[in-house]
């Protein structure tokens, strides 16, 4: 089991997400996270997805979405180079004038953005890989007790020369 | 001119050669069924229950290869088309089902008669979707009769707003319509092919596993051309059943869970395994460790998803059958298989299908009844043991179509199956085999067959239990019939352990449920009645026949191999 990554590129149609998302759900295949969003083409969606699975399960997963009908291509991004980032908002509340101190240094060295802030709370803004955003998730957690954490899922595109993932 | 939603529907239906619809009324179809009533192209078949008209649009696409068409109202009219939408799915037949739908602006408020219908089927339908504007009813229509009988066939579900059916637009049809994401495979990948037949020439034990692709792709004669020419044995699955004459020197038997002996041995003895048109369901390889050991497999489906899914396969190849066989048979030169065949031969004498003759009737005898009775025409099956005794010992040859529910093994089918049949074929027997539980699930539908004029002859095996079930139970469960006995009442004991000599009588009598319907009713008790209760049914051509086999209740569908073993390890006895 390990993770691999999908473009699936989809008619951009009422219950093509829902189709797509019931496959997984409907045949037990692990799926860790899908985003999805219109492409330069409007009638064209394209999801990033993430699964965990072996590879004769993979093959299959790639055959069962390429033969429904609302699915137009099927990219295997496991081994492409390519750029891929996630979006993370990280809450850390109840903060003390220390913390906030903190949570700035933090932010400093993640190379993120602090948002917002209030009397006792910091907002960080996150575009990193979903490693980083882990990383910085376990950080959070380790220093602060009250934390909260809303992520997007990753979205990808193929590398143009350089690559980051 | 602008036409209304309803009239481009008939239009379509029209244009795309449809002489049948099986449809059921209801509020949300009136419109298009106003419209069916001012033409006469296209006969309306109204079944008694939607589930029912699913069955009898697959018996129809099936034995005509055709696009079976149904119409059906919203909410509980499309409900009950799932079972049926599920079983053409899982057997690949094509079918365009229309539902009725609530109007657009009521979508999602909980009114009258409204459900999800799109999105209760979308694991079991080839495409579904909601027409949402009436601009684009023609395109879909087109879309869902291409997609429904190209590449794999597959029912395919179109859900009718009430409003776009009376909404002006667009009159024009299109004649052809090309889909961006769905492109079935056309070709056949030539080195993959040389691949597979340098591996069956160099094989000192080829078999073929043929399955139901053969017959979807209408490859019977190039199958026995090749099996033919290179001497190699055949074995079919349930669903590839007919792909070679059962007569046929070449033809062993159907493999898997109540295979043949000789073909379930020769799948585990054989080096090289050519499959084509199987998706290797659970039924036929078992334990999949044990599945062909000492073979390399070749395997050919015209659906990319089906090859290395259960079984790993050392030649894949996506194709059509017919196309790959055709190829194939361009290269095919004999091959010296003289022992191998020998020792099928005698493997299948060690133990040969063959039921006991010395105490009074055995379902065997109904078949070979069936046998002798018609050299032509069409068998529908139900599912249970009946089904599997038909597989077993109906004889099939190139006038003979065997239609049965395999994959999704649908109680409830084989009646209206064939029904629809009889109604696409009237000039052909249709015989359909049950069994005393999967008749009643839709024996409704003989009021159908009668007033369509569908006199198919109905062979009812009758062993008062839900057999199939009952066999486990017999076998692994300690003989406690847990929910199988049809003759049970709240007057008997709890624990029974089978007939007792006072037991309640059976319901329903099948002969009186024949004769509500004025349907003709033949009970046969007695193997020296078979043959003449048969050509009796023969001699109806006015209504159906129901022809009721009292058979023992222990009767036993032998061979069998227990859920999960290797096939190569059959309960023979």
Redesign the interface.
């Known amino acids: 089991m390990k993770n691999r990554w999908i473009a699936l590129y989809v008619e951009n149609d009422v219950g093509v997400l829902a189709k797509v998302s019931g496959l997984f759900s409907g045949k037990s295949y692990n799926l860790q996270s899908l985003t999805v969003g219109t492409t330069e083409d409007e009638t064209v969606s394209r999801m990033t997805i993430c699964v965990a699975s072996d590879d004769i399960t993979f093959e299959q997963i790639k055959k069962q979405l390429n033969r429904m009908v609302e699915v137009i291509k099927v990219i295997d991004l496991t081994n492409v180079p390519l750029h891929m980032k996630e979006i993370l908002f990280a809450k850390v509340l109840r903060c003390t004038t220390a913390d906030k101190e903190e949570v700035f240094q933090i932010a400093q060295v993640f190379d993120v953005q602090v948002a917002d802030i209030g009397k006792d709370s910091v907002l960080l803004e996150c575009k990193l890989t979903e490693r980083r955003n882990n990383e910085l998730i376990a950080l959070l957690r380790s220093k602060f007790r009250h934390i909260e954490i809303v992520r997007g899922g990753a979205v990808a595109i193929e590398s143009i020369s350089t690559s980051c993932r | 001119m602008d036409i209304t939603g309803r009239k481009l529907f008939v239009r379509a239906l029209q244009e795309e050669g449809v002489d049948t619809i099986f449809g059921y009324p209801g509020g949300m179809v009136t419109d298009v069924m106003d419209e069916l009533y001012k033409q006469q192209d296209i006969r309306l078949v109204l079944p008694r229950h939607e589930q029912a008209l699913i069955h009898e649009a697959e018996g129809y696409a099936k034995s005509t290869g055709k696009v079976g068409v149904c119409l059906v109202t919203s909410g509980p009219g499309a409900t009950n088309t799932i079972t049926g939408l599920a079983d053409a799915h899982y057997d690949n037949i094509p079918l365009v089902c229309f539902t009725g739908q609530v109007p657009l602006g009521l979508i999602g408020n909980d009114a009258f008669q409204e459900v999800d219908i799109?999105?209760m089927t979308?694991?079991i339908t080839?495409?579904?979707?909601?027409v949402?504007s009436r601009r684009e009813l023609g395109k879909i229509i087109k879309m869902a009769f291409h997609?429904a009988r190209t590449g794999k066939p597959g029912p395919v579900l179109v859900d009718l707003p009430k409003d776009i059916q009376l909404m002006p637009g667009d009159a024009h049809y299109p004649q052809s319509v090309s889909?961006?994401?769905?492109k079935p495979n056309e070709g056949v990948h030539v080195g993959q092919l040389k691949k597979a037949y340098k591996l069956i020439k160099s094989a000192q034990r080829p078999l073929i596993l043929a399955g139901g692709g053969v017959l979807l792709g209408n490859a019977q004669e190039e199958l026995r051309r090749l099996a033919e020419t290179m001497r190699i044995p055949v074995v079919t699955t349930v669903m590839g059943k007919g792909a070679l004459p059962s007569g046929h020197p070449y033809y062993i038997g159907n493999s898997g869970m109540h295979g043949r002996y000789a073909a379930n041995i020769a799948v585990s003895e054989c080096d090289v395994l050519f499959s084509i048109g199987t998706r290797f369901n659970d039924r036929i390889t078992g334990d999949l460790n044990e599945f062909a050991p000492k073979a390399k497999i070749v395997h050919i489906d015209i659906?990319?998803?089906a090859?290395?899914?259960n079984v790993?396969v050392d030649v894949p190849i996506v194709a059509d059958a017919k196309l790959a066989l055709e190829k194939l048979n361009e290269w095919a030169e004999p091959k010296n298989t003289k022992r191998w065949l020998e020792e099928i031969r005698a493997l299948d004498k060690e133990n040969p299908l063959e039921m006991r003759r010395d105490k009074g009737m055995t379902p065997q005898m109904v078949m070979e009844g069936i046998n002798a009775a018609f050299d032509r025409g069409i068998i529908t099956t139900d599912v249970g043991q009946h089904q599997m005794w038909a597989t077993q010992y109906i004889e099939l040859n190139e006038h003979k179509k065997f239609i049965t529910s395999g994959g999704l093994g649908t109680m409830g089918f084989g009646f209206p199956a064939a029904v629809g049949a009889k109604i696409a074929n009237p000039d052909q027997p249709v015989v359909c085999i049950t069994g005393d539980g999967g008749f009643q699930m839709n024996m409704q539908e003989m009021a159908t067959a009668i007033a369509e004029d569908a006199p198919v002859i109905v062979c009812l095996l009758n062993n008062q239990y839900l057999g199939m079930v009952r066999q486990m139970q017999q076998l692994f469960y300690g003989k406690r019939y847990e929910a199988t006995c049809l003759r049970r009442r709240t007057t008997c004991p709890p624990n029974c352990k089978g007939p007792n000599g006072a037991c309640p009588p059976y319901l329903p009598d099948f002969m009186q449920f024949a004769k509500a319907y004025g349907a003709h009713g033949i009970r046969v008790e007695r193997e020296t009645e078979i043959a003449a209760a048969l050509a009796e049914a023969k001699s109806y051509t006015d209504a159906p026949t129901v022809i009721e086999f009292l058979i023992s209740s222990d009767e036993l569908v032998l061979p069998m191999v227990q859920g999960g073993n290797p096939m190569s390890k059959m309960i023979l006895k």
């Not at chain 2, 080839?126 to 909601?130: D, E, F, H, Q």
């Not at chain 2, 889909?179 to 769905?182: A, D, E, N």
């Open positions: 799109v999105g979308r694991s080839k495409y579904g979707v909601t949402r997609i889909i961006r994401g769905y659906d990319t998803a090859i290395s899914r790993v």
